[in-house]
């Protein structure tokens, strides 16, 4: 069969248009090559808004309208992605006292990469993360959140179906600490599952330099 057509990445940067055709073509080193490019030049927040994620879009989209032709391009890209956010922050040691994140995608969740965004951002940063990655089941949540006593849970939720409000009223109530001093995280949601939606002791966080912002100052 014949390899997939360009990608419609709109008038996006330049380093857009070559990241989609090294994903069209498969070509792994171009991919490590590029991402790391972009994120050496403009940084991880501006790379991830303005380069990454348009492309990442783009492939969902073409993989919506051309059935399974595009599924390889996808996860070939989505893999080599991870990659270069995990090496961004190698190495990278935590500040003394600042508050934990703690990352996760809502149960039945598979979308992982904002959050890795987000993880690697505030690693970036000296911020101390924790993240779960996928459909984290609701009670291994509420163990987490118990042993690491968090300043801040983010769930993450790429459609309404996983959005759940009742996660959030259940994380909102976990407690840790002494009696009398007991603490509790601030719950954050974070996804376009959760657009239209805005579950009560939640805030709400509208991006990747938004969700930064917040989490530094718990």
């Not at 934990?100 to 101390?128: K, M």
Request: proline content about 8%.
């Amino acid at each position: 069969s014949r390899a997939p057509g360009p990608l419609p990445v709109g008038r996006a940067r330049q380093e857009c248009r070559g990241l989609a055709r090294a994903a069209v073509r498969l070509d792994a080193p171009a991919l490590d090559e590029l991402l790391t490019a972009v994120l050496d030049r403009y940084g991880l927040p501006a790379a991830w808004d303005e380069v990454i994620m348009p492309v990442l879009h783009a492939v969902g989209r073409k993989w919506e309208t051309a059935g399974e032709r595009y599924i390889e391009v996808e996860h070939l890209l989505s893999w080599h992605v991870s990659g270069a956010l995990r090496g961004v922050t190698a190495g990278r040691t935590p500040a003394p006292g600042a508050g934990l994140a703690l990352l996760a995608c809502v149960p039945g969740e598979t979308h992982t990469l904002a959050l890795e965004a987000l993880a690697a951002t505030l690693a970036q940063q000296g911020l101390p993360v924790r993240m779960f990655g996928a459909a984290v089941p609701a009670g291994a949540l509420e163990d987490a959140v118990r042993r690491t006593g968090p300043a801040a849970v983010v769930l993450w939720a790429q459609s309404r179906r996983t959005a759940s409000p009742v996660l959030v009223a259940r994380l909102d109530a976990v407690e840790w600490g002494v009696r009398g001093a007991r603490r509790r995280p601030v719950v954050c949601v974070a996804g376009p599952g959760w657009a239209g939606r805005q579950p009560p002791g939640a805030r709400h966080l509208s991006g990747l330099s938004d969700a930064v912002d917040t989490l530094a100052t718990l």
